[in-house]
């Protein structure tokens, strides 16, 4: 069965193919009447309009393209799949690319989208976006990890990890360790400060018994696996009573890790996430997380570049509060 043009729907309405492109696009121009009967052809007919044609004359892709380090990481794509719901609210479709955390293969990528003549890219930057030059012209917003001189949108990393050790204190931990995230990442950094932060604050008011334990890992499970044997590896009356990791997969690889050394959880441990990746809610026992608003960063990094809300200043970036999700993972300690 041939493929029914524009041409087809302006002929049998009688009307030119100009007349028929106001009426897909409801220009105001047209009479009701007119409206009326081209619409019923084209329903008629089950005419579909050419997306591609119709962004070449109007300029406008409709597609957004997203920059990921690492499609695998939960996090990465659970702001992909909330980006995608966010952007078809407005019509728009998304086009994926992952950078796999390396800023030659991001600027190659961040290309092949200019290319594609996408209407603007929300960039996670890889971990070595300092050689990266963005484009000009094109509308980019930058998120969760922020690069100088650029604006951008992200969690309050930093205060969200205060929140998470302001709770631990709370319910009587003073051995408190860190599993922190890669040391040239921005928002491993920025949660490393707020513990830094917190226990310093602690500390000045005599509520810890122990200096800082910390433990620099990858944000991975089996990274988070080896921080957690790190830490746990001495004395009981030395050991960390709570472990706070930088991300739920280390949370969760360090419960393996105190599995494996035969001290349970929350009883003899307590252990606390970030993220609030949905495999934080299915973990046997259900993992205690500060909860990143990804569906809050992904919707307004889409309206940001569809001129829905104002650009972020580049010395003020958009910071979306955390949240602490108290899961099962996390109880008062055990004395000595």
């Known amino acids: ?27 105001p121009s047209v009479t009701q009447e007119v409206r009326a009967r081209v619409s019923g052809i084209i329903k008629d007919l089950g005419y579909l309009p050419d997306p ?60 092949q989208l200019t290319s594609r003549k996408v209407d603007g890219i929300i960039l996670v930057p890889s971990n070595d976006f300092h050689t990266l030059k963005l484009p000009k012209g094109l509308p980019i917003v930058v998120v969760d990890r922020l690069m100088p001189g650029y604006s951008g949108i992200a969690s309050d990393h930093r205060s969200g990890v205060r929140l998470g050790i302001d709770y631990l204190l709370k319910l009587g931990h003073r051995r408190i360790g860190f599993i922190s995230g890669p040391q ?22 005599g509520r810890l018994a122990e200096p800082p334990l910390i433990a620099e890992a990858g944000f991975d499970y089996e990274s988070g696996r080896s921080a957690g044997n790190y830490l746990l590896a001495r004395a009981r009356n030395e050991r960390p009573t709570a472990i706070f990791a930088s991300s739920d997969q280390q949370a969760i690889g360090c419960m393996r890790a105190a599995y494996d050394l035969g001290i349970p959880v929350p009883a003899a441990l307590s252990i606390l996430g970030f993220d ?61």
């Open 276 to 336: 609030g990746i949905p495999l934080s809610s299915m973990t046997i026992p259900r993992l205690t997380t500060v909860k990143q608003p990804i569906q809050k960063i992904a919707a307004a990094a889409v309206e940001v570049l569809l001129n829905e809300q104002p650009v972020p200043s580049v010395d003020d970036p958009v910071l979306f509060a955390c949240e602490l999700s108290e899961g099962e993972t996390t109880a008062a300690p055990q004395p000595d």
């Open 184 to 205: 040239h990442s921005v928002p491993a950094n920025d949660r490393l400060k707020g513990y830094l932060d917190a226990m310093k604050q602690a500390g000045e008011g």
């Open 52 to 111: 591609s044609a119709r962004s070449m004359r109007s300029k406008v892709s409709r597609l957004i393209g997203i920059v990921i380090p690492d499609l695998t990481n939960p996090f990465f794509s659970e702001l992909v799949q909330s980006a995608e719901q966010a952007a078809a609210k407005h019509g728009y479709n998304i086009i994926v690319m992952t950078s796999f955390d390396h800023a030659a293969k991001e600027a190659d990528r961040i290309g």
């Open 1 to 27: 069965m041939p493929k029914v043009g524009i041409r087809d729907v302006a002929k049998l309405a009688g009307v030119s193919t100009g007349t028929v492109s106001r009426v897909l696009n409801d220009h």
